[in-house]
Nanobody
Framework: QVQLVESGGGLVQAGGSLSLSCAAS????????MVWFRQAPGKEREFVAA??????????QDSNSLKGRFTISRDNARNTVYLQMNSLKPEDSAVYYC????????????????WGQGTQVTVSS
């Protein structure tokens, strides 16, 4: 397993941007699929975006149109995965978690064994 530490959350007005980072420990970061989930109060943790070790991306497909507003990327040299969030909406408010798993990416939460502590994102209207 790897240890993960998220950062970059905060309070932003609707329409604004935030960039989240997730730093991972270990020497084999490039072999891990990385993912961002989010969880709003009273709701289940939901998939946001995933990226494979080689950079293939899978974004959540939902009516809130994350695709086009959120971008996931990674820097294997820095053992870090990023989530750039633009045009933020109040409904994007949640605790954002990164997670890791060896091998291929997936959007299935239960497949990820390593989780960060989460970072709060609050979007005011």
């Amino acid at each position: 397993q790897v240890q993960l530490v998220e950062s970059g959350g905060g309070l932003v007005q609707a329409g604004g941007s935030l960039s989240l980072s997730c730093a991972a420990s270990g020497r084999t970061f490039s072999t891990y699929a990385m993912v961002w989930f989010r969880q709003a109060p009273g709701k289940e943790r939901e998939f946001v975006a995933a990226i494979s070790g080689s950079g293939s991306v899978n974004m959540a497909q939902d009516s809130n149109s994350l695709k086009g507003r959120f971008t996931i990327s990674r820097d294997n040299a820095r053992n870090t995965v990023y989530l750039q969030m633009n045009s933020l909406k109040p409904e994007d408010s949640a605790v954002y978690y990164c997670a890791a798993k060896p091998g291929a990416l997936t959007s299935e939460r239960t497949e990820y064994g390593s989780w960060g502590q989460g970072t709060q994102v609050t979007v005011s209207s």
